[in-house]
C-alpha cells in the first residue's frame, strides 16, 4: 500500500459527521475565491497604508499563483481520491492540491508582510507567523481529509505556492533595493 493510499485509509476512518461538517466549513477558506478575498482586503489596507510594494506583492503573487497552478494541474494530469471516499463533487485535476497551493501562497507573502511590520522579538510577529503556518497546514490536510486529494498532491501543493510566493518577494525585495 502507497503512503498515500494509507494516508486517505486512516483520514477515512477518523470521520464523523461533526469533524466532517466543520472540515467541509474550514476548507472553502482555502479556496480560490477565499484567498481572493483576503488578499484584496489585505491590499487594499496595504495601499492605504501607504505600503505600495507590500500590496503588490499580496495582489501579485495571489493573483498570478492561480493560473500556475491550473497550468500545474493540466501539466500534471493527476486523477482524484475515488469515490465514494470523496466526500467533493470535483472535476479538475488532483495534483497539485490549488487549496494547498493557493493558501501557501497567501500563507508566505502575508508572513512576508508580517516579518517587514514588526521587528525580531515582537510576540505579535510569531503568532502571526505560526497562525498563518498552521492555516495552511489545516487547508492542506483538509482535503486529504475529505478525499478531495492524495497527501502527495497536498504537499506538492505547498511546496510549489511557498516557492511561487518567495519568487514574489525575491522580486519585491530586488525592485525595492534597486529604488
Known amino acids: 500500500m502507497t503512503l498515500d ?17 466543520a472540515v467541509t466549513a474550514l476548507t472553502h477558506t482555502g479556496g480560490g475565491v477565499a484567498t481572493t478575498l483576503i488578499a484584496a482586503a489585505t491590499t487594499l489596507l496595504l495601499v492605504r497604508a501607504d505600503r505600495l510594494p507590500d500590496a503588490v506583492l499580496v ?3 495571489v493573483l498570478t499563483g492561480w493560473p ?3 497550468l500545474l494541474k493540466n501539466l500534471f494530469g493527476r486523477v482524484r481520491p475515488p469515490e465514494p471516499e470523496r466526500l467533493l463533487a470535483l ?19 502575508l508572513v ?18 505560526i497562525a498563518l503556518a ?9 482535503r486529504v481529509y475529505l478525499a ?31 529604488r
Open 5 to 21: 493510499a494509507a494516508v486517505l485509509d486512516w483520514m477515512v476512518s477518523i470521520r464523523e459527521p461533526g469533524l466532517t461538517t
Open 59 to 61: 495582489a501579485g503573487a
Open 68 to 70: 500556475v497552478m491550473v
Open 91 to 109: 472535476h479538475t485535476e488532483s495534483f497539485p492540491s490549488g487549496h494547498a497551493m493557493t493558501s501557501a501562497v497567501l500563507a508566505t507573502v
Open 112 to 129: 512576508a508582510v508580517v516579518v517587514r511590520t514588526w521587528p525580531r522579538g515582537d510576540r505579535r510577529r510569531t503568532v502571526a507567523t
Open 134 to 142: 498552521a492555516y495552511t497546514l489545516v487547508i492542506g490536510l483538509s
Open 148 to 178: 478531495a486529494h492524495w497527501l502527495t498532491d497536498v504537499v506538492a501543493g505547498w511546496i510549489f505556492g511557498i516557492t511561487w510566493a518567495l519568487l514574489w518577494v525575491w522580486l519585491i525585495t530586488r525592485v525595492r533595493i534597486r
